[in-house]
């Protein structure tokens, strides 16, 4: 297998990109990069500074220069901002609501694709929204992973209710739809397929179903051997 290979997994929200990320991965044994994390630490720093998530400005200043790791296998992967473990914090609801929000703004995308590229120019998975169309466009297997929104919904709340008994899966759904809409539409780096993308529609497919079609492709497309 080529040893920086390049795997680019795209696609909405809860259409699986992280735990297939982790499974291709560790299938091949290449570094595993969550770049929602990033965006997610940064919307930490913001929440644990004075700076003011509208102000678009000091939001950039502070995007450019905070410490943001990842360390860690695929199934362990821990983030780090400033060298403290914020693997938990950077899960809860206001930090996942403010991360779609500073996502948007142009040059906080571009410190972290500064970020991506460098960490995965000796080769990994990476999973977001605009791998494969401006993070690495080049990237040797591009996956744009969806499903339907009500299923997408679904994975999102059981996720949400292991850490909160209160969850509202009808919030869950207006939450989901409306970062949909919000990542779509962005002037900069909008969620779309990049044109030469591998579409797998993951609707009724286990976990197991759809990594299987996934391997399948990296095998043909980027000459990797599938595991047994």
Request: hydrophobic share 40%.
């Amino acid at each position: 297998m080529k040893r920086n290979l390049i795997i680019a997994i795209d696609g909405p929200s809860g259409a699986g990109k992280s735990t297939l990320g982790r499974m291709l991965a560790r299938a091949l044994n290449l570094l595993y990069i969550d770049t929602g994390s990033m965006y997610r630490a940064v919307a930490l720093a913001v929440l644990e500074s004075s700076i003011s998530s509208t102000d678009d400005v000091a939001v950039e200043s502070l995007a450019g220069r905070v410490d943001i790791d990842l360390k860690g296998d695929p199934d362990s992967l821990r983030v780090t901002l400033g060298g403290v473990d914020v693997t938990e914090q950077i899960r809860s609801e206001e930090v996942t609501d403010l991360s779609s929000i500073i996502s948007t703004i142009p040059a906080v995308r571009r410190a972290m694709v500064a970020r991506q590229r460098e960490m995965g120019k000796r080769g990994a998975v990476l999973n977001g929204r605009d791998i494969g169309t401006v993070v690495f466009p080049d990237a040797d297997v591009k996956f744009f992973l969806t499903a339907v929104p009500q299923e997408r919904a679904a994975r999102r709340f059981n996720e949400e209710r292991a850490h909160d008994p209160n969850a509202n899966f009808e919030e869950t759904f207006a939450d989901m739809a409306e970062r949909d809409a919000r990542d779509s539409t962005r002037e900069d780096s909008p969620l779309k397929a990049a044109d030469d993308a591998i579409i797998v529609d993951s609707t009724g497919l286990s976990i197991d179903e759809v990594f299987k079609k996934m391997m399948s492709q990296v095998e043909r497309r980027a000459g990797a051997s599938p595991p047994s």
